[in-house]
Structures are given as structure tokens and as C-alpha cells.
């Protein structure tokens, strides 16, 4: 039989939880400019080669399993401090229901 969390297992649940979603935006947003820079200099620094598609894939599957993890498996900033109170919520919430 598992014990109820306690106040301070779900915060450090919470905590975690959107420290590892916040952890996917920023590896999305380096995805994104990184790609965009390498695609513009294949297409105006060489005459636009088809190369970044191997990047472009590549890292695009790591970033997609990056996101299974965080998304479907289950430091510090506004949008860390909402998803931390997300989390927080849904966790509470949960557990009141007596999941």
C-alpha cells in the first residue's frame, strides 16, 4: 500500500516536474535558432545545399524524445514558478481525491 505524499514530496514533485518541462522549451528553443541559422547559411553561404535535413531530423527526433519523456512520462523564473504551481495543483488535487 503506498503512503500519501506529504506537503513537502509534492513540492519537490512539482519542482521537478517543471523544472523537466522548462528544460524542454529552452531544448526547443535552441533547436529552432540553431536550425534556422544552419538553413540560412547552406542557402545563402552555399548555394543551398540539402544538408541541414540531416541535422534538421536528427535532432528533431532527439528533441521528440526529449518531449515523450517530459510530456508523457511524467532553475528559477516566471514561467518555472507557473508550471511549478501547475504541477503543485494538479498533484493536490489528485491526492485529495484519494488517487
Same mark, same amino acid.
Given at each position: 500500500?503506498?503512503?500519501?505524499?506529504?506537503?513537502?514530496?509534492?513540492?519537490?514533485?512539482?519542482?521537478?516536474?517543471?523544472?523537466?518541462?522548462?528544460?524542454?522549451?529552452?531544448?526547443?528553443?535552441?533547436?529552432?535558432?540553431?536550425?534556422? +541559422?544552419? +538553413?540560412?547559411?547552406?542557402?545563402?553561404?552555399?548555394?543551398?545545399?540539402?544538408?541541414?535535413?540531416?541535422?534538421?531530423?536528427?535532432?528533431?527526433?532527439?528533441?521528440?524524445?526529449?518531449?515523450?519523456?517530459?510530456?508523457?512520462?511524467?532553475?528559477?523564473?516566471?514561467?518555472?514558478?507557473?508550471?511549478?504551481?501547475?504541477?503543485?495543483?494538479?498533484?493536490?488535487?489528485?491526492?485529495?481525491?484519494?488517487?
Amino acid at each position: 500500500m503506498n503512503a500519501r505524499p506529504t506537503p513537502e514530496d509534492i513540492e519537490r514533485i512539482a519542482h521537478q516536474r517543471a523544472g523537466a518541462k522548462l528544460g524542454w522549451y529552452v531544448h526547443a528553443l535552441v533547436y529552432l535558432a540553431v536550425n534556422l +541559422f544552419i +538553413f540560412g547559411v547552406s542557402r545563402y553561404g552555399f548555394g543551398n545545399r540539402h544538408w541541414p535535413l540531416v541535422a534538421l531530423l536528427g535532432w528533431g527526433l532527439a528533441l521528440a524524445l526529449h518531449g515523450a519523456g517530459v510530456w508523457l512520462a511524467g532553475s528559477r523564473g516566471a514561467l518555472r514558478q507557473r508550471l511549478v504551481q501547475r504541477e503543485r495543483d494538479g498533484l493536490q488535487r489528485h491526492h485529495r481525491n484519494g488517487c
